[in-house]
Each structure stands twice: as structure tokens, then as C-alpha cells.
Nanobody, 115 residues
Framework: QVRLVESGGGLVQPGGSLRLSCEAV?????????VAWYRQVPGKQRDLVAS???????TYAESVKGRFTISRDNPANTVYLQMNDLKPDDTALYFC????????WGQGTQVTVSS
């Protein structure tokens, strides 16, 4: 059973940084996964933030381009989301999604940007 475990969320002031981690547990096929980060605020749909393919091609939502960086460490079965220059609008529950033959979701990690 594949599980995605997110970590790294928290409370940060505007302009600050956080790094989220998404570890895939229970698979030795992580290199084949496309992994994405989504975020969701109460009452709204879950939106794509960034994704990274098995060949490390990355995509970003317009709102985070130039501030967020997604990367992967295949030996560690982990994808990271480095978030810089955080804004209050980045406040959300962030979810990791892994896709290979099926879709897998983590439980989410809360990011709150507030002074």
C-alpha cells in the first residue's frame, strides 16, 4: 500500500519561507511517479500549485512562479516544495499527489502566512 506523507507546514510571516516534503512510503517505483502539490482553502476547490514529472519536467501555477520551486530526490522517495516570499494568499492546506498507474494523496499539511 503506497502512502504519501507530507511534512514541513507551519506558521510563517509574510515574506518568509517554508519547505514542504512529500515522502512516498511503500513503493520502489517512485522514479516512475509524477508528483504534484495542490492546495485548498475551506469552501474552495483544490488547486494545482506545482508538479514534477518522472523526467523532472516542472510546471507551476502562475501565482507561484518565481517564488516556489519543486524538486525530487528519487533515492529518498521524496519531493520537495521550496516556498519563498510567502504571502497571506498562500495560506492553505497543502496536499501531495502521486500518480503512477493510480492516484495517491497525502493527508495534507497546513501552511499559514500571517503577521
Amino acid at each position: 500500500q503506497v502512502r504519501l506523507v507530507e511534512s514541513g507546514g507551519g506558521l510563517v510571516q509574510p515574506g518568509g519561507s517554508l519547505r514542504l516534503s512529500c515522502e512516498a512510503v511503500g513503493t520502489n517505483m517512485f522514479t516512475r511517479y509524477t508528483v504534484a502539490w495542490y492546495r485548498q482553502v475551506p469552501g474552495k476547490q483544490r488547486d494545482l500549485v506545482a508538479s514534477i514529472s518522472q523526467s523532472a519536467v516542472t510546471t507551476y501555477a502562475e501565482s507561484v512562479k518565481g517564488r516556489f520551486t519543486i524538486s525530487r530526490d528519487n533515492p529518498a522517495n521524496t519531493v520537495y516544495l521550496q516556498m519563498n516570499d510567502l504571502k497571506p494568499d498562500d495560506t492553505a492546506l497543502y496536499f501531495c499527489n502521486g500518480r503512477f498507474l493510480s492516484d495517491f494523496w497525502g493527508q495534507g499539511t497546513q501552511v499559514t502566512v500571517s503577521s
